[in-house]
């Protein structure tokens, strides 16, 4: 029988999605899952979105241009704008999702076998697209010792190479909730001026900060602009996850037109995606103001509900929609198995993800999950105490 590449050998399992089949098995028997595993937001979309989607006049669903169109390109000029990120609509290019913007920064920014360092915990599916671009994860370890904060200059210095290209983080990230303070930001930028690297930083969560630090975009370091590659989308913001549409962002024209190719590759993103776009970067201020301050509730709840289980840990997460809290059991890619196919209450149970999948090393995180606070108040308080039921019936509690 013919073999599978090495390449989909290497590519790792969603530590996200992994599980699905377990939560579907388990609601087949009748009992509910909470989904505290993955960052899909239940709040509504905003309605001009949802209107522009509804009123859709055209004949032809047609392609539109391999960088998208230049009427949300220039709308979202606008948007950055209010960040005090100042943009020519030709910096954008509008991707597939945030996540095609990450491949194809990838793609065009690392020959295979060239590095890029990440700090860790990370998203997981950074390490997908490195597979693919055959570019190699150097991770370098935060803890939740010191809430996830950025390790030090010289930690960074120990993983520099002749093949080093770049450094990619997520400010707020994906799965720590951490931000990045104004000092860290500036750490990065002299690591990325002294060894010209490329900087990619994604930054999907700049809405859901809470904490009175200021959000720091990669896009205000000064001395560094033609390194950066912004990564965007609008799928958390706007809870518009299935839209697929997102941004790479750069100032460097040679990249620029590099990633193009890519883009005529695969001929354009999505039209329809598109329209919903443009016409929700349209909401009014209180859409964005609700949901923010549905989140900060949220958030508040989770805190309090979790630390005050025996035996559990988070950090404060200031921002985006996750935490990743330390469990007392042996083994988190169990515990999380066993939630969904040994366990129940009162005919419920919980879905997590379990943090191993979002470390390099498969040995790190065997005692932690990442949690997204991305249900109602009820919802949530209800399904933080099933984690602290589950807890108390594991078998592989350490105490």
Known sequence: MPQISERAVLMPASPIRRLVPLAEQAIAKGIKVHRLNIGQPDLASPQVGLDALKNIDRKVLEYSPSDGFLSLREKLTGYYDQYQIKL???DIIITTGGSEAVLFAFMCCLNPGDEIIVPEPAYANYMAFAVSAGAVIKPIVSTIDTGFALPSVEEFEKLIGPRTRGILICNPNNPTG????REEMQ???DIVKKYDLFLF???????????GSPYISACHLEGIENNVVLIDSVSKRYSECGIRIGALITKNKELR????????????PPLIGQIVAEASISAPRSYMTRTYESYIERRNIMLNELNKIPGVYSPVPMGAFYTVAELPIDDADKFCAWCLSDFSYEGETVMTAPASGFYSDPNLGRNQVRIAYV?????LQRAIFILGKALEAYPGRVE
């Open 88 to 90: 020519h609509p030709d």
């Open 178 to 181: 951490y931000l990045y303070t």
């Open 187 to 189: 750490r990065i930028r």
């Open 201 to 211: 930083s994604a930054e999907v969560y700049r809405e859901f900060i809470y904490t």
């Open 257 to 268: 037109s590099a990633v193009m190719k890519f883009c005529q590759a695969r001929l354009s």
């Open 375 to 379: 249900k109602d108040k009820l919802e």
